[in-house]
């Protein structure tokens, strides 16, 4: 089945650190890509998406590229603030015409210290 | 502005309550979704519906059900809360293909 791997964390950096996070994905035909942010006591929102191999999704100074040899969709920004803190997650829609649902990986901790 | 609205956002209730737990959405979205979140992080999917009078139980079984009588209204019950039911809820809206869009949760303490 459909399966998403994230980077273990919690992951600490300083202000203006460049910012990796891995994410790798099992599929079985052609899934649309997504990252997503919660924020300390809210929802999730969506951070940004890409839908086809070489896709570069990008918003906030994040970005992520569908790589579709590597099965890999790791985002990343150059310079993180304390406002980035928040928890990430990394979701596929395997055959997104026809998925019942997001697949979720288990969610990666950033810390963002002044 | 909020487009998809949950409440209450705290609760604490005691063992043997019933409580039902609003989501509502002004997107006209078909596809509604609640997962439980526990404190590791990690996302339980435990009821979807894919339209008004469809609801399916997701991959983590849950005592909790839910309805759909309306495009817009999700609710989700528990006809009898126990300390095992303490976690986040998180209700959400929209497709797969095009990504969800997620309350800002309620959470519920049992005690």
């Known amino acids: 089945g459909d399966s998403v791997t994230q980077m273990e964390g919690p992951v600490t950096l300083s202000e203006e650190a460049f910012l990796t996070i891995n994410c790798t994905y099992t599929?079985?035909?052609?899934?649309?890509l997504f990252w997503y942010v919660q924020y300390p006591g809210e929802g999730l929102q969506l951070l940004l998406k890409a839908t086809k191999a070489d896709d570069k999704g990008s918003n906030k100074g994040f970005e992520a590229t569908y790589r579709k040899e590597t099965t890999s969709f790791h985002l990343e920004k150059g310079s993180v603030q304390v406002s980035d803190s928040a928890v990430y997650f990394c979701?596929?829609?395997?055959?997104?015409?026809?998925?019942?649902?997001?697949?979720f990986g288990s969610g990666t901790q950033l810390t963002v210290l002044p | 502005e909020a487009d998809i609205y949950q409440t209450p956002r705290y609760l604490v209730i005691g063992t043997g309550k019933k409580i039902t737990l609003e989501c509502s959405q002004t997107?006209?979205?078909?596809?509604m979704y609640w997962y439980q979140q526990d404190p590791g992080m990690e996302l339980h999917l435990i009821h979807y519906s894919y339209g008004v009078n469809s609801t399916e139980k997701g991959d983590l079984s849950s005592e909790s059900t839910v309805s759909r009588i309306r495009t817009e209204h999700f609710p989700l019950t528990l006809e009898s809360a126990r300390p095992s039911h303490t976690s986040q809820y998180l209700c959400?809206?929209?497709?797969?293909?095009?990504?969800?869009?997620f309350g800002s949760g309620t959470r519920l303490t049992v005690v």
């Open positions: 979701a596929l829609s395997d055959n997104p015409g026809s998925a019942r649902q997001l697949t």
């Open positions: 997107m006209g979205h078909d596809k």
């Open positions: 959400a809206s929209g497709t797969p293909h095009y990504g969800y869009t």
């Open positions: 599929a079985t035909g052609y899934p649309s």
